[in-house]
């Protein structure tokens, strides 16, 4: 039976990756950090929490003593690193501590594999960060240009896959993950915090929300879609860098229109800049306004992704647009405000 450490079980993509490898008849241990349990709401939706081939370990991934223990206990056939600081906003807050983690968490399984499980095959979750302001679309071949604290984190442990193939000949891959969302996104993220808003907004619990740049651009996918894909890269050799991405591209702007039309509501934008508004086209009242200190230092201005190469050899075909998956997470939301609060 195939075995897969899977780091940040807990985190979104994660807990899609734990459900579809447990599909596939895969034995899976996952990572969360000693301080945390912060995720298990996720394994608990997909209902996989208890499975009999799940096992929870504590794992800190910039202990490079515990990376190597854990991986010499346990022998894995694929080790997939999710886990590690995932939030461009918070690594302005704490730069130092993004690329240690993202970075030094990333060489320590890395280092752990080559000396305890050296015909594994390791998969990163690297980040479309890495490209910053480099002209879109971005393929395997752009040069990087990291322009944020997590760009730099993520460009780091990118570099260190290629590293450590070329140097040790180890069956690494990294994915160059464009942003995808879904029902299990965390709030913290802007499309999550959107479509929570847009259904308590529905159901008269709120009655707007603040955002930051609505201009930036990102091509937004659905996580399960690039779990597959993370699963056909863990089952091929040699390793080698894919770029996962839709293609298409929509700006937070049109990313909260859906959302809000998901939820039965139409969306009139007025006004420039710091003074644009989106108002409830029933009532007029304000639904979108935008915080200043919201704004980020830098924004990537747009990030799209060619994923020609994937899609060639990972049978990556991704399906679910921006309507489909603005649908699927406000109803997601409509059903847990409602069971939450009696709706
Ligand atoms: P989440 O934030 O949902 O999950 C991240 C996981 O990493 C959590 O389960 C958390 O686990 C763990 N984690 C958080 N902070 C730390 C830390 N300081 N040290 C160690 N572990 C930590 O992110 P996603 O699941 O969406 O993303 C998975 C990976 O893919 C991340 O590495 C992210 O950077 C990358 N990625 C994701 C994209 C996306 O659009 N979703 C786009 C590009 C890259 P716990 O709290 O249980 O320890």
Redesign the pocket.
């Known amino acids: 039976m195939t075995l897969a450490l899977v780091t940040?079980?807990?985190?979104?993509?994660?807990a899609w990756l734990a459900a579809r490898l447990l599909q596939d008849g895969v034995q899976v241990i996952g990572t969360?950090?000693p301080s945390?349990?912060?995720?298990n709401w996720r394994l608990d939706e997909l209902g996989i929490a208890a499975h009999p081939r799940l096992r929870l370990v504590a794992l800190?991934?910039?202990d490079a003593a515990a990376c190597r223990q854990l991986v010499a206990d346990i022998a894995p056939d694929v080790i997939y690193h999710?886990?590690?600081?995932?939030?461009v906003a918070d690594s302005f807050r704490d730069p130092l501590g993004s690329v240690a983690?993202?970075g030094i968490?990333t060489l320590n399984l890395l280092e752990a594999m080559r000396r305890h499980a050296p015909d594994s095959h390791f998969v990163l979750?690297?980040?479309?960060?890495i490209f910053g302001t480099a002209p879109a679309p971005q393929d395997e071949t752009t040069p990087p240009q990291a322009a944020s604290p997590y760009g730099l984190s993520?460009l780091v442990a990118h570099a260190a896959i290629g590293a450590w193939r070329a140097s040790f000949g180890l069956t690494a891959s990294s994915a160059i993950?464009?942003?995808?969302?879904s029902e299990l996104?965390?709030e913290a993220f802007v499309t999550r915090k959107i479509s929570r808003a847009a259904a308590r907004i529905a159901l008269g619990r709120e009655h707007d929300i603040a955002l930051g740049n609505l201009d930036a651009q990102r091509d937004f996918g659905y996580?399960p879609e690039y779990m597959d894909a993370l699963v056909a890269m863990g089952a091929r050799e040699p390793g080698d860098d894919y770029v996962l991405a839709t293609g298409h591209a929509a700006s937070v702007r049109e990313f909260a229109t859906a959302a809000f039309a998901a939820a039965g509501i139409e969306l009139e934008w007025s006004g420039q800049g710091l003074a644009e508004t989106a108002r409830d086209r029933r009532d007029g009242r304000v639904r979108v306004r935008v915080d200043p200190t919201l704004l980020r230092p830098v924004d990537a201005p747009l990030l799209v992704g060619n994923a020609h190469k994937a899609r060639k050899l990972l049978g990556f075909a991704p399906r679910v647009g921006l309507a489909e998956l603005t649908r699927r997470m406000v109803e997601a939301d409509l059903a847990r405000e409602r069971a939450m609060q009696g709706g």
């Not at 945390?36 to 995720?39: D, E, F, P, Q, Y």
């Not at 979750?125 to 960060?129: G, P």
């Open positions: 940040g079980i807990g985190g979104q993509d994660g969360h950090r945390s349990t912060a995720g800190d991934p910039g999710l886990a590690g600081q995932s939030r983690v993202n968490g979750a690297a980040s479309a960060e993520k993950l464009f942003n995808h969302e996104r965390d996580a």
